[in-house]
DNA sequence: ACGGTATGAATGAATG
DNA sequence: CATTCATTCATACCGT
């Protein structure tokens, strides 16, 4: 919080949430739920649409690029760098995500009913402390995307 | 550079011309228009055509994403909340976002009579240099490019 | 203080 | 034109 908000700095409940959302499988989250959630993040401190999106952004490329870059050590490890890459695997709770995962979507985002600026102060300096501990939040999760395929083509330059 | 010069990595002028056509009013160039400008462009460092094409595109599309995502945090802000608002003015970067919305047209630029290949490299280099303080553009909208490198005017119609 | 890492932000390049 | 992916820049943070 001492930091001179040149860039976003996520509290520690908005990442535990965002977190969640993806470990749901959530992974890009349209314009509307980028709109949602951050609205509900605002509850816990500063935010921007564009944290989130650049958010999820990030953490699926990065999710992507450490899943190469292990792939690309398993092939070149054949006898001698048999260092640990494989507790990484374990202690991720990602396993069966070969299918990439996605388009489960995140359809309702209900973390607390926020009615007065009273209550939710309270509340809101009351999760900072529970959320150091461990707190579980309930996103319902449903199906749903729709998109109105649009098509069209591009020309070539070279 | 530390750029791996997998991907186009434009110059502060070009970038400075981009911009400027595009605050112009330029949105979506013809192809014509796109070879003129690549051509121009590629005074001051390698330049293809689909990189031009691909800069408006992706241009137009961010600001217009921008304007979507914009701040939309405003509630659950009251009493202590007197952060942010300022420090978004950090002056750091050549984004110069002024809150767009003027659509101003350049009318007349010109940029520099090249004659020779020695003179345009000193030209360049110093442009360069240059570039990184303060120099303001202007583009030439108007008449047709005929002779290479003769006359750096371009046609624009929108 | 540093130096390395995690991560926010940006943008070139596509694709449908 | 909307959306997504890859790569890179920038910076906060943390251990030594």
Redesign the interface.
Known sequence: MGT???RWNPTVEQVKVLTDLFRSGLRTPT?DQ??KI??QL??YG?????NV?YWFQNHKARERQKRRRKVLVDETNNDEDMRIQLDNISSNKQINSNHDTDERVIETLQLFP?NS?AE?EKLRLFTEEYMKENMTFSCSIGAEMDHPTLDLRL????
């Open positions: 001179k908000c040149g314009t980028i709109q951050s609205s605002s509850f500063n935010i921007e649409s564009k999106f926020l600026y939710t020309s070539f330059f070279s």
